[in-house]
């Protein structure tokens, strides 16, 4: 799966993933159903990808922006956020093994 069929089947703001109550949750946990941008990235790609894919967003993003603050934009919607992670990953295959590494500054607060 590509992180955008993962935002797809559900986004949120305020955190990387959540549960059906609204509680945030591991990206990895089988309770989430819905993740923000950075949470699918970094559950489909490890880090390097991610890192080449982040820098492929700014292509179409404002680099004023940071990756988390775009998504948790109050006005930002789901439909958005799809279509930028369909831009960046595109077609062909993409994932790889997970890999430790330093992501946008993800958020803690509860949705």
């Keep these: 799966m590509k992180a955008w069929q993962y ?3 559900g986004w949120c703001q305020g ?3 959540i549960d059906n ?3 945030q949750c591991s990206i990895f946990s089988n309770k989430a ?3 923000c941008l950075i949470g699918a990235m970094m559950k489909v790609y490890s880090c390097r990808k991610r890192k080449m894919l982040y ?3 700014y292509q179409f993003v404002s680099p004023q ?4 603050e775009w ?6 919607t789901k439909r958005q956020v ?12 993409l994932s790889d093994a997970h890999g430790g590494c330093r992501d946008p500054r993800p958020t803690t607060a509860a949705i």
């Design 7 to 9: 935002v797809e089947k």
């Design 15 to 17: 955190g990387l993933a």
């Design 21 to 23: 109550n609204g509680v």
């Design 33 to 35: 159903v819905a993740w």
């Design 55 to 57: 820098d492929k967003m």
């Design 65 to 68: 922006w940071d990756l988390v």
């Design 71 to 76: 998504n948790d934009y109050h006005k930002r």
């Design 82 to 93: 799809v279509a930028l992670l369909k831009k960046v990953e595109g077609s062909g295959r």
